[in-house]
């Protein structure tokens, strides 16, 4: 049987009793408390529907990206031989080669922001991760025009801050990625997802999933970056080992331009640009 923490004090009242909050028994008021914090804000700010934006956080801004490159280059250049410093400049020109993702993200989500947001109600406001790399350019493409961004930060063992971007009565700290997803997809309206590693394909297959099992509504998904899609993942051996449906492959969106993609998700909606 669980019990309190043996540093609960009885003389506290259960909500001021932070050491009993902490305990297991108290999991299930944690994960409601952890829905319920960021819900109430979203609500307060007038947040309606989001649109996701997913990607590395180790992608930067080109600036910093050959900036980065620059100095492992400089550092390889004092010590040819070492591997670890061969090792630094191969993924510093890899991510420099993909910083223009940055940009995308950054426009893609200036243009979305600008259409969308009235002074009284807020429409497919921008959520992310809420640390850097795609996820900061998603939260500055929004603070670029004026317009307000969520980031769900999650605590992790490396640090993750939250970028500088992020619209301040809507940068929430997490703990539990379950919660985290919830609260991606609960107002979702649309989901980008830029080039990532393991997080960024967690969140793009659950949310597939979700739309394929008919669990959520279905929303139009945009993967941007078309040859790493390609590249990465075999979309067509899905199909043909008969583990998807032919029409599963139109549940996603490809697109390698920022007026493309968010044309894409106006033409769902039947609100298209010519």
Not at 9 to 16: G, M, V
Not at 64 to 77: D, G
Not at 203 to 231: A, S
Request: proline content about 5%; hydrophobic content about 40%.
């Amino acid at each position: 049987m669980t019990t309190p923490s043996p540093e609960s004090s009885p003389l506290l009242k259960a909500y001021e009793d932070a050491e009993f909050l902490r305990s297991d028994i108290c999991r299930g008021v944690r994960l409601q408390l952890e829905f319920l914090k960021p819900d109430a804000a979203m609500d307060r700010v007038g947040v309606r529907s989001t649109i996701v934006v997913f990607g590395s956080a180790r992608i930067p801004c080109p600036t910093t990206a050959a900036l980065r490159l620059a100095e492992a280059e400089a550092a390889l250049c004092r010590d040819p031989a070492d591997a670890v410093r061969l090792e630094a400049v191969r993924v510093a020109r890899a991510l420099q080669e993909q910083s223009h993702y940055y940009d995308t993200a950054r426009e893609f989500a200036a243009l979305a922001s600008q259409y969308c947001q009235g002074s009284s109600c807020r429409e497919l406001v921008v959520v992310t991760g809420g640390g850097g790399g795609i996820m900061e350019a998603g939260n500055r493409g929004a603070h670029d025009v004026g317009a307000v961004s969520i980031g769900l930060n999650i605590s992790l063992p490396f640090e993750q801050t939250p970028n500088p971007y992020i619209t301040p009565e809507l940068s929430f700290e997490l703990h539990y990625f379950s919660i985290r997803k919830m609260h991606f997809l609960k107002r979702a309206r649309a989901l980008c997802a830029f080039p990532g590693g393991f997080g960024t394909m967690d969140e793009l297959f659950e949310t597939l999933t979700l739309i394929q099992t008919r669990k959520i509504p279905r929303i139009p998904v945009v993967l941007f970056g078309r040859e790493f899609w390609q590249d990465i993942i075999n979309w067509p051996a899905f199909v043909r080992r008969g583990l998807i449906s032919a029409q599963d492959l139109d549940l996603f969106h490809l697109s390698d331009d920022a007026a493309e993609g968010w044309n894409h998700i106006r033409q769902f909606y039947g609100d298209a640009t010519t």
